[in-house]
């Protein structure tokens, strides 16, 4: 099934919709602020195992990221930050990173690395950010590949409903996607560390 919703204006039915197969322990594809997503209610940990199946990866190897609506969920899912860190990602977000931070006990085991620490995002696009903050619960996030061997990330949504629309329960259609992930930014060691290089440019 693909939807279309539109990121100016998502449509509260839309939105409803989407929550509620989410809530139900539902796997879909949506469109970010760089590439297009794939993920699940964070507390549903059958649908975790089922993203990850998608990807071909073990949950428990993999260094998953979700989303939360603002920072005011931080505090629920990773250990106290400093002010220094704090700053910087709320100078940065809502935008194009993945924040890594130490994980407190409230993230599922089967989402930690053997680290303990956890990807945060929160992409400035409005249809994911609705959806966070309807559902009440973080989304996994993982990037959605291309089969191609040319291109690393597919950016029509059609393109992804033909080749993924059997594995997920729903493809929202927010209008095409970029072609560069996040900008991952390391905050758990003692200096802060650019991990990979995306679409986001830090701001110090």
Do not use: W
């Amino acid at each position: 099934m693909i939807r279309k919703i539109y990121p100016e204006n998502p449509n509260s039915k839309e939105i409803d919709r989407a929550v509620d197969i989410l809530k139900n322990g539902g796997v879909i594809i949506y469109p970010t602020d760089t590439v297009y997503g794939l993920g699940c209610d964070i507390t549903k940990i059958k649908a975790i195992e089922r993203v990850a199946q998608i990807k071909g990866l073990r949950p428990d190897k993999t260094h998953f990221s979700f989303i939360v609506y603002d920072l005011s969920h931080l505090a629920d899912y990773t250990k106290p930050i400093d002010n220094q860190i704090y700053k910087l990602m709320k100078r940065n977000l809502p935008g194009p990173f993945t924040f890594i931070l130490d994980a407190n006990n409230n993230v599922p085991k089967i989402l930690k690395s053997k680290k303990k620490t956890v990807g945060i995002r929160i992409p400035d696009n409005p249809i994911i950010l609705e959806l966070t903050r309807v559902l009440g619960n973080p989304i996994l996030t993982t990037s959605v590949h291309s089969g191609d061997v040319i291109l690393d990330y597919t950016t029509d949504p059609t393109l992804i409903h033909d080749d993924m629309g059997h594995l997920v329960d729903l493809v929202i259609d927010g209008g095409f996607g970029k072609n560069k992930p996040s900008t991952v930014v390391d905050c758990t060691g003692p200096e802060i560390t650019i991990v990979r290089q995306g679409l986001g440019y830090l701001e110090y």
